[in-house]
């Protein structure tokens, strides 16, 4: 048995070895370039339920290389969650809000709409002591020390609310985090902690969620055994739903609540049967991406990606799909001339699908969009290009695609 590392008991009995992968924001300048791989384990402890990669990169290798790499997180919800926190007891017009990144910086702005004008923003050099440039999460989780919380409670006081999204599922050392927040946050205050669900993922067997910068998959479930274990009390708790990943929304107190457990006996059960059945499916479903796949290449057409993002790297790497993909197509000019970490495929415009007679293409774009997608590459699909998406829950998948193709033959 492996210890886990949130409950910190030994629970983890197996793990899904991917072997070792490659970074996907490394994006290559030459497709002789040596690469860093690092091991992707993937388990689930039977003690608390949480799914968990095994070990973290090296935070200096894992700090992005370009300036222009960003993520934008979802953000539909934020007007409704800045309802709730200028809802919550005890928050007036005189309370202080404060935000850990640059992920907090919009709902600052929305709380202020509502009439919280007193908030902060840490500054990530200044503050938290990242002095790269290029430094983000993963440079921001390893500067939550006590020196850098008592910096931002010295400079800026302790709020009565602190947001911390998208952090949490990122921290290398989540006990850390947490006593981070709880150090800066004023005492009977409340702190604001987002990350993703992983739920739709596990229930379409979707390998792509799996993620060399997030070292934790929560469920619902887990995030309150995470909080009670911990002595954390849930004052609000909400999934927010989205096409590709829905968000989890958690406020909380820190010393609410003696320390213990909040799943039964039978919701841990649930939790962690489904977790290993995810990672029992993988090789059947690997073989099933790659057979459809294939199917097209062996058929002398060339096949593509569309999205030069970490789900397409993961998507070929993962899947073992290296030496299937002729280019991946994106039309940010940044990425032009790049190649892909992993299978080195070179990374070029759109319109070379037409130019370089793709048979099939693979979208990495959110349902809501693969319509303007399929439209703006009507010249591709006219011509008998087809478009699929990576995603098992789209219309439009890969899955489908191999069914039907499964039906005629």
């Not at 739920?199 to 998959?217: C, G, I, N, P, Q």
């Not at 048979?359 to 009507?378: F, P, Y």
Request: charged share 25%.
């Amino acid at each position: 048995m492996a210890t886990c590392r949130t409950c910190r008991r030994d629970g983890i009995a197996d793990w899904l070895d991917f072997g070792p992968q490659t970074l996907t924001n490394r994006f290559l300048r030459s497709a002789g370039e040596v690469e860093y791989a690092h091991p992707c384990k993937l388990g689930v402890c039977r003690r608390c339920g949480t799914i968990q990669l095994e070990s973290p990169v090296p935070v200096a290798e894992m700090r992005p290389r370009f300036d222009w790499i960003v993520y934008n997180e979802p953000e539909a919800h934020l007007d409704e969650v800045a309802g709730v926190l200028r809802g919550l007891p005890g928050v007036t017009p005189a309370s202080t809000v404060g935000g850990l990144t640059y992920k907090d910086d919009s709902t600052l702005k929305r709380l202020n709409a509502l009439g919280l004008p007193n908030t902060w923003l840490a500054h990530a050099r200044d503050d938290l002591g990242v002095e790269s440039p290029l430094g983000g999460i993963e440079s921001i989780q390893a500067a939550l020390t006590p020196a850098t919380t008592d910096r931002l409670v010295a400079k800026y006081g302790r709020p009565d609310v602190l947001l911390v999204r998208h952090v949490l599922e990122h921290s290398y050392d989540i006990h850390q985090t947490l006593a981070a927040a709880k150090a800066v946050v004023k005492p009977g205050g409340y702190v604001l902690f987002e990350m993703p669900d992983v739920r739709k993922a596990l229930e379409r067997s979707d390998y792509t969620t799996v993620w060399e910068e997030h070292l934790f998959y929560f469920t619902p479930a887990t995030l309150r055994q995470l909080f009670a274990a911990t002595g954390w009390g849930v004052a609000y708790l909400k999934r927010f739903y989205f096409s590709q990943e829905d968000v989890l929304l958690a406020v909380v107190q820190p010393d609410a609540v003696p320390p213990g457990d909040a799943i039964s006996p039978r919701e841990l059960e649930y939790e962690v049967t489904r977790a290993e059945s995810f990672l029992r499916a993988f090789p059947r479903v690997r073989d099933r991406i790659r057979e459809t796949v294939t199917r097209f290449t062996r058929a002398g057409k060339k096949v593509a990606m569309l999205g030069a993002g970490h789900l397409s790297g993961a998507f070929i790497n993962l899947y073992d799909l290296d030496g299937h993909i002729d280019f991946v197509a994106d039309d940010n000019p940044k990425k032009h001339g790049l190649f892909m970490p992993g299978s080195k495929a070179p990374i070029l415009p759109s319109s070379e699908l037409v130019a370089r007679n793709i048979g099939l293409c693979l979208m990495t774009v959110r349902a809501e969009i693969e319509a303007a997608v399929a439209a703006k590459n009507a010249a591709f699909t006219a011509r008998g290009g087809v478009l699929a998406s990576i995603f098992p829950e789209s219309p439009m998948s890969l899955d489908a695609l191999g069914r039907s193709a499964g039906k005629a033959a």
